[in-house]
């Protein structure tokens, strides 16, 4: 994919066969595609989704599933939590990063709790059972955990820690290759489809055909080398994820994560994002990213993260992925674990299938003799982890406010993970949209007929996230996008 690719605009005069048509039009059929789907067939909509790949799913279905969701949902209940949209709201701003639409968070936590319930409704299952430990997902079939470091530090100062991490349950899950993600998808594409979406398969989306007015009313594709132009009598709905398997638009808008591509599939081209900006459309938080930190959170919690100078910069016991954002934006992409043997020991006898789980990469009898080792500063390690064990030794940690659970001193004998380049990320921003999923113009008015969704909007997250922050918008606005694009 290069920026040469013909994304122009097409006339609808030039269109003298239309291959198909339907009143709403859905390139992508992930998360925010399906969504969409289910709202406009509804609505009362002819619905037609379109999707580059063999079958229904995108990202999502290869997702861990999590959704992020709260306010009091009926599984929070269930599990003993409880939560407000006033407290959701609290932490989402802070969380999101920088830049973050506090109007957009305030819509978000506000629909929370009815978005869950229309999840049910859809036939997507949770299980009432908290996961309390650490890791990127449960373990098994429960269905919420924290997923956004809502009770570690700053956030628990900020707002009163609830899990939001909503997972739906699915039978034989395995980490990593069968996860949550495909029971959230087969939910909505089976109500969707008994709703009466029709769907086309292995269909490349190319440009937008557009009115002498602007508004769009339909898409030119590609399918087995033949060009189709399909009609939207109502509105097309951009779904087709991110850029982050994009070189040249990584390059250009976050070069960061350039060649380091992770939780993200390479359909994510940004072809949406760039169709609508031949429209004028206009974009938000394009350098904003999720970061992972390649390592897994049972060892993280119980060692310490130091950077190139030998010093702790961040809780170890906060989301993996702030640990991951950190790391590669503020710490020039270097930083080593250490853990002392018992840590190690007890990291791989946990629950975690050891996805991610790393062998010290140095061993030592001493803290002297590692940090001589690694080849960090004479007695920066020392003075650290000299510190780190005074505190842990009362239970406090008055350095970065790890919780006390996790604090342990450090013995010997003690090791290193090296975790220099251990980070992979994908990007946030993509279209500015209204809360209806609008697609805005450069100019700040809506293009008519245009909507999109998902991944390839800037939604909630600027430059923080929490995990399901990409589910939970992708549907949530994704319904917005079927709703409004059914009224157009």
Same mark, same amino acid.
């Given at each position: 994919?290069?920026?040469?690719?013909?994304?122009?605009?097409?006339?609808?005069?030039?269109?003298?066969?239309?291959?198909?048509?339907?009143?709403?039009?859905?390139?992508? *059929?992930?998360?925010?595609?399906? %969504? $969409?789907?289910?709202?406009?067939?509804?609505?009362?909509? @002819?619905?037609?989704?379109?999707?580059?790949?063999?079958?229904?799913?995108?990202?999502?279905?290869? %997702?861990?599933?999590?959704?992020?969701?709260?306010?009091?949902?009926?599984?929070?209940? %269930?599990?003993?939590?409880?939560?407000?949209?006033?407290?959701?709201?609290?932490?989402?701003?802070?969380?999101?990063?920088?830049?973050?639409?506090?109007?957009?968070?305030?819509?978000?936590?506000?629909?929370?709790?009815?978005?869950?319930?229309?999840?049910?409704?859809?036939?997507?299952?949770?299980?009432?059972?908290?996961?309390?430990?650490?890791?990127?997902?449960?373990?098994?079939?429960?269905?919420? !955990?924290?997923? #956004?470091?809502?009770?570690?530090?700053?956030?628990?100062?900020?707002?009163?820690?609830?899990? =939001?991490?909503?997972?739906?349950? !699915?039978?034989?899950?395995?980490?990593?290759?069968?996860?949550?993600?495909?029971?959230? !998808?087969?939910?909505?594409?089976?109500?969707?489809?008994?709703?009466?979406?029709?769907?086309?398969?292995?269909?490349?989306?190319?440009?937008?055909?557009?009115?002498? @007015?602007?508004?769009?009313?339909?898409?030119?594709?590609?399918?087995?080398?033949?060009?189709?132009?399909?009609?939207?009598? =109502?509105?097309?709905?951009?779904?087709?994820?991110?850029?982050?398997?994009?070189?040249?638009?990584?390059?250009?808008?976050?070069?960061?994560?350039?060649?380091?591509?992770?939780?993200?599939?390479?359909?994510?081209?940004?072809?949406?994002?760039? !169709?609508?900006?031949?429209?004028?459309?206009?974009?938000?938080?394009?350098?904003?990213?999720?970061?992972?930190?390649?390592?897994?959170?049972?060892?993280?919690?119980? #060692?310490?993260?130091?950077?190139?100078?030998?010093? =702790?910069?961040?809780?170890?016991?906060?989301?993996?992925? =702030?640990?991951?954002?950190?790391?590669? *934006?503020?710490?020039?992409?270097? $930083?080593?674990?250490?853990?002392?043997?018992?840590?190690?020991?007890?990291?791989?006898?946990?629950?975690?299938?050891?996805?991610?789980?790393?062998?010290?990469?140095?061993? $030592?009898?001493?803290?002297?003799?590692?940090?001589?080792?690694?080849?960090?500063?004479?007695?920066?390690?020392?003075?650290?982890?000299?510190?780190?064990?005074?505190?842990?030794?009362?239970?406090?940690?008055?350095?970065?406010?790890?919780?006390?659970?996790?604090?342990?001193?450090?013995?010997?004998?003690?090791?290193?993970?090296?975790?220099?380049?251990?980070?992979?990320?994908?990007?946030?921003?993509?279209?500015?949209?209204?809360?209806?999923?609008?697609?805005?113009?450069?100019?700040?008015?809506?293009?008519?007929?245009?909507?999109?969704?998902?991944?390839?909007?800037?939604?909630?997250?600027?430059?923080? *996230?929490?995990? #399901?922050?990409?589910?939970? @918008?992708?549907?949530?606005?994704?319904?917005?996008?079927?709703?409004? $694009?059914?009224?157009?």
């Amino acid at each position: 994919m290069t920026f040469t690719d013909d994304i122009q605009p097409i006339p609808v005069g030039a269109i003298t066969d239309w291959a198909d048509e339907a009143d709403v039009v859905i390139a992508g *059929y992930g998360v925010a595609g399906a %969504a $969409a789907a289910v709202e406009a067939t509804r609505a009362g909509a @002819d619905v037609l989704v379109l999707e580059r790949t063999g079958s229904w799913g995108g990202a999502a279905s290869m %997702a861990g599933g999590f959704i992020y969701l709260g306010g009091g949902t009926d599984l929070q209940k %269930a599990c003993g939590f409880e939560d407000s949209v006033d407290n959701m709201a609290a932490f989402l701003n802070a969380a999101m990063g920088p830049g973050a639409d506090a109007a957009r968070i305030a819509d978000y936590c506000e629909g929370s709790v009815a978005h869950f319930d229309w999840l049910v409704g859809c036939g997507v299952p949770f299980k009432a059972e908290f996961f309390g430990e650490p890791g990127w997902e449960p373990m098994g079939d429960q269905g919420l !955990m924290y997923s #956004g470091g809502e009770n570690s530090y700053p956030f628990n100062t900020i707002a009163t820690p609830a899990p =939001r991490g909503h997972v739906p349950q !699915m039978q034989n899950k395995k980490q990593g290759e069968s996860s949550a993600g495909f029971m959230l !998808m087969k939910g909505l594409v089976d109500t969707a489809t008994a709703a009466g979406a029709r769907s086309l398969y292995d269909v490349r989306v190319q440009a937008l055909i557009v009115e002498s @007015d602007g508004r769009v009313v339909g898409i030119r594709t590609r399918r087995y080398g033949i060009t189709m132009d399909i009609r939207a009598r =109502r509105g097309v709905v951009l779904a087709t994820g991110s850029f982050a398997y994009n070189e040249a638009m990584v390059a250009r808008y976050a070069p960061r994560i350039a060649g380091r591509p992770a939780a993200s599939i390479e359909q994510h081209d940004g072809q949406a994002i760039r !169709m609508a900006q031949a429209l004028g459309a206009d974009l938000a938080h394009m350098d904003a990213t999720e970061v992972a930190l390649f390592i897994d959170p049972q060892q993280l919690v119980r #060692g310490i993260l130091v950077n190139e100078r030998g010093q =702790r910069y961040v809780a170890e016991d906060t989301y993996p992925g =702030r640990a991951g954002q950190l790391t590669l *934006y503020h710490q020039n992409n270097i $930083a080593y674990l250490i853990i002392d043997g018992d840590a190690q020991e007890e990291a791989m006898a946990s629950l975690t299938p050891q996805l991610m789980m790393r062998p010290p990469t140095w061993v $030592a009898d001493t803290v002297a003799d590692l940090e001589a080792e690694i080849g960090l500063p004479p007695n920066s390690l020392q003075a650290t982890v000299d510190a780190y064990n005074e505190g842990a030794a009362r239970g406090e940690d008055p350095l970065l406010h790890k919780k006390s659970q996790w604090l342990k001193p450090i013995k010997s004998p003690v090791g290193a993970i090296d975790l220099r380049e251990s980070t992979g990320g994908f990007t946030l921003g993509g279209l500015h949209t209204t809360l209806d999923a609008e697609v805005l113009h450069v100019s700040g008015e809506p293009i008519p007929g245009l909507f999109a969704a998902g991944r390839c909007t800037a939604g909630l997250a600027a430059w923080g *996230y929490a995990s #399901g922050v990409s589910l939970g @918008d992708g549907s949530f606005y994704g319904r917005r996008a079927g709703r409004a $694009a059914s009224q157009a």
